[in-house]
T-cell receptor, first 116, second 107 residues
Framework: ETGVTQTPRHLVMGMTNKKSLKCEQH?????MYWYKQSAKKPLELMFV???????ENNSVPSRFSPECPNSSHLFLHLHTLQPEDSALYLC???????????????FGQGTRLTVV | GQSLEQPSEVTAVEGAIVQINCTYQ??????LSWYQQHDGGAPTFLSY????GLEETGRFSSFLSRSDSYGYLLLQELQMKDSASYFC????????FGAGTTVTVRA
């Protein structure tokens, strides 16, 4: 496997369910991200992890809980979601250099989430 | 915070040239990136400008003017496969994206 892999590709869940999205990167990068993409809206940054430490939580509701056990894996745990949370959730990784610069991000194919 | 503005839609014919403008507001950034996303696909990196000026990558070129808080992506010799959404993004320790421009190429 190469690049950034996300599972599952599609997920339908009820508002009382608990589920997790998984992201794995095989690029040796040290930064990983969760983005939410809703129709006709910009990609919204949710969480940033640099060197496994969470460096940004972009005012995301607590029903979304990230976990980064190592530099290759990133999870997004979901519980008691709302229908408006239905969207494409994209994981990305990049290599942050010593100056904190990231040039190119590599994205997974995303998980299409539908909350019913 | 950071914000980026780009047109929502552009339509052009095969073989034409399209310029997608991106204006931004930020308190600081390292560079401006461009990404392409086909329907149902993942965003993929196209170009990055750290310095003012033009960067050319095949049929695609990108430009940055920090003094004008402005950049653009130039698509030349348009092909049907270029129909996609194009996003500009500000790079600092993360990527902040614009809303995207949907480019439709007609025969």
């Amino acid at each position: 496997e190469t690049g950034v892999t996300q599972t599952p590709r599609h997920l339908v869940m009820g508002m009382t369910n608990k589920k997790s999205l998984k992201c794995e990167q095989h690029l040796g990068h040290n930064a990983m991200y969760w983005y939410k993409q809703s129709a006709k809206k910009p990609l919204e940054l949710m969480f940033v992890y640099n060197f496994k430490e969470q460096t940004e939580n972009n005012s995301v509701p607590s029903r979304f809980s990230p976990e980064c056990p190592n530099s290759s894996h990133l999870f997004l745990h979901l519980h008691t979601l709302q229908p408006e949370d239905s969207a494409l959730y994209l994981c990305a990784s990049s290599q942050e250099n010593a100056g904190g610069k990231n040039t190119e991000a590599f994205f997974g194919q995303g998980t299409r989430l539908t909350v019913v | 915070g950071q914000s980026l503005e780009q047109p929502s839609e552009v339509t052009a014919v095969e073989g034409a040239i399209v310029q997608i403008n991106c204006t931004y507001q930020t308190s600081g950034f390292y560079g401006l990136s461009w990404y392409q996303q086909h329907d149902g696909g993942a965003p993929t990196f196209l170009s990055y400008n750290a310095l003012d000026g033009l960067e050319e990558t095949g049929r695609f070129s990108s430009f940055l003017s920090r003094s004008d808080s402005y950049g653009y992506l130039l698509l030349q010799e348009l092909q049907m496969k270029d129909s996609a959404s194009y996003f500009c993004a500000l790079n600092d320790y993360k990527l902040s994206f614009g809303a995207g421009t949907t480019v439709t190429v007609r025969a």
